[in-house]
């Protein structure tokens, strides 16, 4: 039961970790308050399933899914960017559009992948005999958000991370370079959303289904893991921030869960949510005045 608890756990910090890398970027990066993310997990759940129902090749059904995500970020960045709406506002009415979008795109509110339908899971079931095919669906899962992780701190790497680090940072610096600091908010948000939707790719082909409203929370739950992982993993020098990241998906998974299995009732989860959320931001706030007072003392 155990065991059960702790690959749930793990399996599902996997899969919203790389979630939370995209919400590290537009919240840490980009300082830009996304709230197109609760549209966009949807938005690559509805492209998996349409895919995969159509019998289309799981693998690339997630790099279609990334793809939408990336399409939806730029929306998003083109609002604030070319039509100088408010970034808030600019998430919230990408987030209204992909609510219809997702419902059209699958054509219900909700719908279920049938068992013949192939996943990136079913592909690689002969890969694992024995005891370790109970571990199948994590070792994939940890693939894929491990190719994520590298390919994200790849790019920012790269003198276009650069210049999207400091788009955030420093946006001066940005033009003095020459460079469209509006043209990098929009990669950036475009990359951030890939990431959100690819997120809900894995999720569909883990769960089998969609559902229009899967999104709702997401942002929130991307933002405490963000928190807890640059607050609490950012003092381990050899890790990266993006590692620490996916650690703090996993921490705020198992506190859920562990709530969960220890008597809460289902109704309650929301309630949980919102208590450990605000706990992360209390404890963040206290770490960030505790380091000014050190700089202060300095």
């Known amino acids: 039961m155990i065991e059960l608890l702790i690959i749930g756990i793990l399996e599902q910090g996997f899969i919203y970790g790389i979630m939370a890398m995209g919400v590290y970027i537009t919240y840490t990066i980009l300082d830009f308050p996304d709230l197109s993310v609760d549209g966009t997990f949807p938005l690559g759940i509805a492209v998996c399933m349409v895919l995969l129902r159509n019998s289309f090749n799981p693998w690339l059904a997630l790099i279609a899914a990334f793809a939408a995500g990336c399409i939806a970020g730029a929306f998003t960045g083109f609002f604030n960017v070319k039509l100088k709406i408010r970034n808030l506002l600019c998430g919230i009415l990408t987030m209204t559009a992909l609510y219809s979008v997702n419902y059209g795109i699958v054509g219900q509110a909700t719908d279920f992948l049938s068992n013949s339908a192939a996943t990136i899971f079913s592909q ?3 890969l694992f005999t024995g005891h370790a095919q109970f571990y199948s669906k994590l070792a ?3 693939f894929i958000a491990l190719i994520a992780k590298f390919a994200l701190d790849w790019y920012l790497r ?3 991370g650069f210049l999207l680090r400091s788009v955030g940072d420093n946006e001066s610096l940005v033009i003095t370079l020459a460079k469209n600091p509006g043209t990098i908010k929009i990669i950036g948000l475009s990359i951030a959303n890939g990431l959100v939707a690819l997120a809900g790719g894995v999720y569909c082909q883990y769960s089998r289904a969609f559902n229009v409203g899967s999104g709702t929370g997401t942002v929130v739950m991307g933002l405490a893991a963000v928190i807890i992982g640059t607050t ?3 003092k381990i020098r ?3 921030i993006t590692s620490g990241v996916i650690l703090g998906m996993i921490v705020y998974k ?3 869960s562990i709530a969960i299995a220890a008597g809460l009732e289902s109704q309650n989860t929301n309630f949980m949510i919102t208590v450990l959320f605000i706990a992360t931001l209390v404890i963040n706030e206290f ?3 505790k380091k000014k007072a050190g700089v202060r003392r300095k």
Do not use: L, P
Request: glycine content about 0%; hydrophobic content about 55%.
């Open 232 to 234: 609490v993993f950012k």
């Open 238 to 240: 050899f890790m990266r």
């Open 158 to 160: 790269t003198k276009s």
């Open 124 to 126: 690689t079931e002969f």
């Open 254 to 256: 198992a506190c859920i």
């Open 140 to 142: 994939v899962i940890v």
């Open 287 to 289: 770490v960030v005045k």
